[in-house]
């Protein structure tokens, strides 16, 4: 296991996490940030790579300059030679006036690359020769631009994998990977999906000027429970889901997706995610009196129509709680406790 030989201090507000694979990420980080070197960061979607390219920025010497971002999957292959280096006027049509390219505007600063992988092969000398040499051309013209420009980019893919496909060249491949960071996915540090969760609901509570969001032991269980296919973006998604939709003091977001999700694909955790839910769906529960319906019901609170409800309480073994209230709602709504499987079925 690793022994972390720095504080934990974070590098910004962002940087969340006590888990020592994500401490281990730090200490890698600190020792980046002080060099200049080309970095490339590797892991899936929604791990925070452009998150940790922004802590090797801010920590660097060239925090005082410009961190520019461009996504490369997100730019048509003819236009993102002229959005890296620029282009002169007449170059294409369309091109009215001279425009700095990525390169120019992050000069004395860092820029950092997404989706590396997705860069075209035609364009990539162009970007080796920028890495080595510091310089380039713009689309259209002959000058030659000198820069300094430090380097970050991400991907989500196996490079090398790409090289041996003869998808990415391998000259490029050996020039970005001079110092790799790996990624881990939240799955294998769930011990820091708690801090997060905290960290998200106060951000989001103050930008939609909600009260601090109190989250229920119930509902902490069955977000460190699910495996979080898309990493901290997904979760970041979730709770700001939570925080807009929520109208109490408690943090009431709609569990029944994640634990729907899990059980169409069985592993170890599902059955600590059922115990989870039944749990959070009884307490729900309680804190109505038994009432499933209606604007203040369990299934207002749970986020989810009152057929979903009923159908995940009966696959869960839940009994409706026989209160004065729970009995008025059942009775005088039709249906409401005889509607037929196949309708509950397609409701769940």
């Known amino acids: 296991m690793y022994n972390n030989p720095d504080p934990v201090v974070p590098l910004q507000e962002d940087i969340v996490g006590i888990s020592a694979a994500w401490q281990y990420v730090m200490h890698q980080v600190r020792i980046i940030a002080k060099a200049g070197s080309v970095t490339l960061i590797q892991g899936e979607t929604g791990s925070g790579k452009e998150v940790v390219a922004r802590a090797i920025h801010n920590n660097s010497p060239r925090h005082n300059g410009p961190f520019v971002s461009l996504n490369c999957a997100a730019i048509p292959g003819p236009l993102l030679e002229s959005e890296l280096f620029g282009h002169e006027r007449g170059a ?15 000069d004395q600063g860092t820029l950092f690359l997404d989706e590396i992988g997705d860069m075209p092969l035609e364009l990539q000398p162009k970007l080796l020769r920028a890495l080595q040499e510091q310089e380039f051309e713009r689309l259209g013209g002959g000058r030659t631009i000198q820069v300094n420009v430090r380097v970050v980019a991400a991907t989500n893919q196996n490079l090398a994998q790409l090289v041996d496909e003869k998808r990415f060249r391998a000259d490029l491949y ?16 769930k011990e820091d999906i708690p801090l997060l969760v905290e960290h998200f609901v106060r951000k989001f509570s103050a930008r939609f000027d909600k009260p601090a969001e109190a989250v229920p032991e119930t509902v902490m269980s069955l977000l460190k429970a699910h495996d979080w ?15 807009v939709l929520s109208y109490e003091s408690a943090l009431r977001p709609a569990m029944l997706q994640l634990t729907q999700r899990a059980s169409q694909a069985p592993s170890p955790l599902t059955r600590t ?12 529960l309680r804190e109505t009196q038994g009432t499933i319906g209606g604007r203040d019901g369990a299934a207002a609170r749970l986020g989810v129509p009152r057929t979903t409800l009923i159908y995940r309480m009966r696959k869960l073994g839940i009994e409706p709680h026989r209160t004065t209230r729970n009995l008025h709602v059942l009775d005088h709504r039709p249906h409401a406790r005889s509607l037929p499987d196949h309708f509950i079925e397609a409701a769940g």
């Open 174 to 189: 050996y020039r970005l990977n001079v110092i790799p960071i790996e990624l881990p996915p939240l799955r294998d540090r």
């Open 92 to 106: 294409f049509t369309g091109a009215v006036t001279q425009t700095r390219g990525r390169f120019q505007h992050a």
């Open 273 to 284: 995610l059922a115990e989870a839910e039944r749990d959070h769906i009884n307490e729900v």
């Open 229 to 243: 296919p898309g990493n901290i973006r997904e979760l970041q998604n979730f709770v700001e889901r939570a925080v």
